[in-house]
């Protein structure tokens, strides 16, 4: 089956740490992105990458860091310097950077305390 | 720029009635508009898209969506609510910058069913 994967479900962390999201993909998609999710803000974008080696600042790129080493992964680390960083977190992919749809992780949910 | 408006934040509704979830988009050209769901801690699901072929589109689970350009409209409905319909929903425009292609998504509906 074809999807995107995004590990753990949940995770939790102490403040001043940084934690690293994992994304996977088997689609064969060059474009990945990563949105933040908060309670009735809808889902704002953080990082996008067009292909492997490239990635480039979304809205709130702030306190957040991502490499493309592969095709298949985009992994997120988030930042001691990100002031708020408990939230959801959503991986998508699409064809291409010009390709409307995109296709959704299951999430990880990430509390920071 | 894009922008979508979702004008309800919480629709309820019995199971077995109609379903009506508003969205209002400002857009600088045609666009392409999409409604996408999310169940609880889940990824979102592509409901349905319009993409400027027929102004009514049909998507999954019986939904669908009329686009009414003269009102800047995209509401998504479905004449009979099923519990399992109780989600969060998404109305979103597509967005041409200069890397591509980007949604610009709306705050969302939260839909709740009652028996």
């Known amino acids: 089956d074809g999807g995107i994967t995004q590990s753990p479900k949940y995770l939790f962390r102490k403040e001043g740490q940084n934690v690293t999201l994992s994304c996977e993909q088997n689609?064969?998609?060059?474009?990945m992105y990563w949105y933040r999710q908060d309670p009735g803000q809808g889902l704002r974008l953080i990082y996008y990458?067009?292909?492997?080696?490239?990635?480039q600042k979304g809205d709130i790129a702030e306190g957040y860091s991502v490499s493309r080493e592969k095709k298949e992964s985009f992994p997120l680390t988030v930042t001691s310097a990100q002031k708020n960083p408990t939230a959801f977190y959503l991986c998508?992919?699409?064809?291409?950077?010009?390709?409307?749809?995109?296709?959704f992780g299951p999430g990880t949910r990430l509390t920071v305390t | 720029a894009q922008s979508v408006t979702q004008l309800d934040s919480h629709v309820s509704v019995s199971e077995g009635t109609p379903v009506l979830l508003r969205c209002n988009y400002s857009?600088?050209?045609?666009?392409?508009l999409f409604w996408y769901v999310q169940h609880p801690n889940k990824g979102l699901q592509l409901l349905l898209k319009?993409?400027?072929?027929?102004?009514l589109v049909k998507g999954i689970n019986g939904f669908e969506a009329e686009f009414k350009k003269s009102e800047t409209s995209f509401h998504l409905t479905k004449p009979s609510a099923h519990m399992s319909d109780a989600a969060e929903y998404f109305c979103?425009?597509?967005?041409?910058?200069?890397?591509?292609?980007?949604?610009?998504f709306g705050k969302g509906t939260t839909l709740s069913v009652s028996s």
């Open positions: 319009y993409t400027s072929a027929a102004t």
């Open positions: 857009s600088s050209y045609s666009p392409s």
């Open positions: 979103v425009v597509s967005d041409l910058d200069q890397a591509g292609t980007a949604l610009i």
């Open positions: 998508a992919s699409s064809y291409n950077r010009d390709s409307y749809e995109q296709y």
């Open positions: 990458s067009q292909i492997v080696n490239d990635f």
């Open positions: 689609l064969n998609h060059d474009a």
